[in-house]
């Protein structure tokens, strides 16, 4: 088991920067592979980035591809998303996620945290 919780989500300016955390307990995060999902209102929750466990490759999703790097840190057992560039289409409620396969597909996980959220102002 391992329960994950994210933090650092808030409002911020079009253009702007944002950092998430997600923070691990139960399991350390180097036996997983870990991915951000997010979902916006009305909307299905979608992949945003995954990185494996050894944080040597990273896969992200185009729409936020070159603005958006997943990172972890295994000491701290801490997942990162940095985001920049923000856009207001990137307005959503954002999830990290803990699975054993490295993918984009949202059933692949199965540990998730309760989200955080991040609102972009235009």
């Known amino acids: 088991q391992v329960q994950l919780v994210e933090s650092g989500g808030g409002l911020v300016q079009a253009g702007g920067s944002l950092r998430l955390s997600c923070a691990a307990s139960g399991r350390t995060l180097s036996n997983y592979v870990m991915a951000w999902f997010r979902q916006a209102p009305g909307k299905e929750r979608e992949f945003v980035a995954a990185i494996t466990r050894s944080g040597g490759s990273t896969l992200n999703s185009d729409s936020v591809k070159g603005r958006f790097t997943a990172s972890t840190d295994n000491a701290k057992s801490t997942l990162y998303l940095q985001m920049s560039s923000l856009k207001p289409e990137d307005t959503a409620v954002y999830y990290c996620?803990?699975?054993?396969?490295?993918?984009?597909?949202?059933?692949?996980?199965?540990?998730w945290g309760q989200g955080t959220q991040v609102t972009v102002s235009s």
């Open positions: 996620a803990a699975g054993k396969y490295y993918s984009g597909v949202r059933y692949k996980y199965d540990y």
